[in-house]
């Protein structure tokens, strides 16, 4: 394609195709730039998997980063060992490590509001599609789960629409809450903002 690894000097193991397709790379190394603008401006990472019009496209310093679907991690600067799956998925993260976005819009995130948090994990359309600034370590499982939230830590929900608006529980800002379904866990053997348990279902060897 136009300008597909034009710059390449001692790089090596480097796949390029379309226009604008890894143009600045140098001397990174196993790298996959497939799509207009994928992997476009990246000069030494390594690595790397950018698959679509515009993935990875302005990275720069990162590093075994996958982003497959059209504007997925777009935006991602030097963020690392990030997995983003779908078309927009992981769109406004910027810093972000160790992240795994997989779906339409998954972990989009919002214009003007970077994601820099690390370790959220967002899976099904939609998912996690607010986060950003700082939230860091949510797990949202399912079609729009956590789909609400915006800079809590800490935070899982696991079926659609879970912990998302409308549901029962509306999570946009607090740490450390569980969802199944549309309702929180209250009493159960996931350890939930809480230190003590009295259930009896957590005791053995009754005595009278």
Avoid at 47 to 63: F, R, W
Avoid at 87 to 104: C, K, M, P, V, Y
Avoid at 156 to 167: D, E, H, W, Y
Avoid at 182 to 194: F, P, Q, R
């Amino acid at each position: 394609g136009n300008n597909a690894g034009t710059a390449l000097t001692t790089g090596y193991r480097n796949t390029v195709v379309g226009a604008f397709a890894g143009d600045a790379l140098d001397t990174g190394h196993n790298n996959v730039a497939i799509g207009l603008n994928a992997l476009t401006l990246e000069t030494s990472g390594f690595q790397t998997i950018a698959i679509g019009s515009a993935a990875l496209n302005v990275q720069n310093g990162g590093q075994d980063n996958i982003a497959i679907g059209f504007n997925a991690l777009t935006s991602n600067l030097t963020g690392q060992q990030n997995v983003a799956v779908g078309n927009s998925s992981g769109l406004f993260a910027t810093t972000a490590e160790a992240s795994t976005f997989i779906g339409h819009n998954a972990g989009a995130g919002v214009t003007g509001a970077k994601l820099t948090g690390n370790n959220n994990t967002a899976v099904g359309k939609n998912a996690g599609e607010k986060f950003q600034g700082t939230a860091n370590a949510n797990t949202a499982l399912g079609s729009g789960a956590l789909a609400s939230l915006t800079t809590g830590d800490g935070n899982v929900a696991v079926g659609v629409a879970s912990g998302a608006q409308g549901a029962m529980i509306n999570v946009t800002t607090e740490d450390n809450r569980a969802i199944f379904g549309h309702a929180t866990i209250t009493n159960s053997y996931v350890e939930v903002d809480w230190t003590v348990t009295s259930d009896a279902r957590d005791k053995m060897n009754f005595a009278e």
